[in-house]
């Protein structure tokens, strides 16, 4: 089993920046691949930003390539994401998750516009 929780969300005008953290627990020896998705009301849950955890090679969804950069660093089994240049679009509660298949309770990142 993996344990995720994130933290950094928050309240943040349109234009500002947040960085999110996940962190890992558990059998996280067994964790290849870290992702975040996001879920606005009333929509899908949507992939975001990952990273592989050996490669550290990187996606992103083409809505946030440019303003958000994934990172981890497998000594504190974290991984975290950079969000700049906000926009009121980008409010939505957003998700950890390893190996498609453990989750996190999520946090809530709000703009304003």
């Known amino acids: 089993q993996v344990q995720l929780v994130e933290s950094g969300g928050g309240l943040v005008q349109a234009g500002g920046s947040l960085r999110l953290s996940c962190a890992a627990s558990?059998?996280?020896?067994?964790?290849?691949?870290l992702d975040w998705y996001r879920q606005a009301p009333g929509k899908e849950r949507e992939f975001v930003a990952g990273?592989?955890?050996?490669?550290?090679?990187?996606d992103y969804a083409d809505s946030v390539k440019g303003r958000f950069t994934v990172s981890r660093d497998n000594a504190k089994n974290t991984v975290n994401l950079q969000m700049n240049n906000l926009k009121p679009e980008d409010t939505a509660i957003y998700y950890c998750?390893?190996?498609?298949?453990?989750w996190g309770q999520g946090t809530q990142v709000t703009v304003s516009s």
């Open positions: 998750n390893a190996n498609y298949d453990y």
């Open positions: 558990g059998r996280t020896f067994n964790i290849y691949r």
């Open positions: 990273i592989r955890s050996t490669a550290g090679s990187t």
